[in-house]
């Protein structure tokens, strides 16, 4: 029995040995040995090396050059006007409009002034007569002013003496004055009391502009005599109150 034991664990042994030999022997078969190949066509098929992360990626790509950004626009001023300097200086300056002629002065009257008259403390017994020139041209206010107390026939005396030396002209909005003396040297006469006064202006041959008379109220208290006078008209006040 021991001997039979022996024989099957031959028997075995040498038929594990044929199926090795049988193994060994079948890699030179034709299908077997287009296996390796399949291998090596996949192997030959991807890429033998890998990709340099480096030189593909995007976001590592050096910016393009300046040289290579389209060229902006030439830049442009807005042209200003005419007569300024700079980019606009080549261009002609408009031609200033020519200046208005002054208009030609007329005569002072009633109509294109307004005439006032008003008390003075100094001199004494005096009224002052402003004239304003309330027109749009100068005006001549010529001689002295005619005046008349409370509608008396005769005009009141002019002092010669006041005469000056040129014509007062009033630009508009510009004033001209004259004096009143109300009484002169005592002749034993009581003054006249008036309330109003008219006012004539001359023209250019000291006759009476009766058309554009002005009519006055008086101070309160205010009379006259036959020994009164008016002066010139005259351009400022204090040459008008030295007399």
Not at 8 to 32: I, R
Not at 64 to 92: F, L, N
Request: proline share 10%; with cysteine; hydrophobic share 30%.
């Amino acid at each position: 029995m021991r001997s039979n034991r022996i024989r099957t664990t031959v028997l075995a042994a040498t038929a594990a040995l044929a199926a090795f030999s049988l193994t060994a022997c079948g890699g030179d078969d034709g299908t077997d040995a287009k296996k390796p190949a399949a291998s090596v066509r996949a192997t030959d098929d991807a890429p033998t090396t890998a990709p340099d992360k480096d030189s593909t990626s995007p976001t590592d790509t050096e910016p393009a050059s300046d040289t290579t950004k389209p060229a902006g626009k030439p830049a442009t001023q807005p042209a200003g006007k005419p007569g300024e300097s700079g980019d606009s200086a080549g261009k002609p300056a408009s031609e200033p409009k020519p200046a208005p002629k002054p208009k030609s002065p007329v005569t002072c009257t009633g109509a294109n002034t307004k005439v006032t008259v008003t008390k003075v403390t100094r001199p004494i017994n005096h009224l002052l007569l402003t004239v304003t020139n309330t027109g749009d041209r100068p005006c001549y206010a010529y001689h002295a002013p005619m005046l008349r107390f409370d509608g008396a026939q005769a005009v009141f005396r002019v002092l010669q003496d006041s005469r000056p030396q040129a014509v007062v002209t009033l630009d508009p909005g510009s004033s001209a004055y004259a004096a009143i003396g109300l009484t002169g040297e005592p002749n034993g006469r009581k003054p006249y009391p008036s309330k109003h006064l008219g006012v004539t202006f001359a023209d250019r041959n000291d006759g009476p502009i009766n058309s554009a008379s002005t009519e006055l109220t008086l101070p309160a208290g205010t009379y006259w005599d036959d020994n009164g006078f008016v002066t010139y008209w005259q351009s400022e006040m204090d040459q008008a109150l030295v007399y």
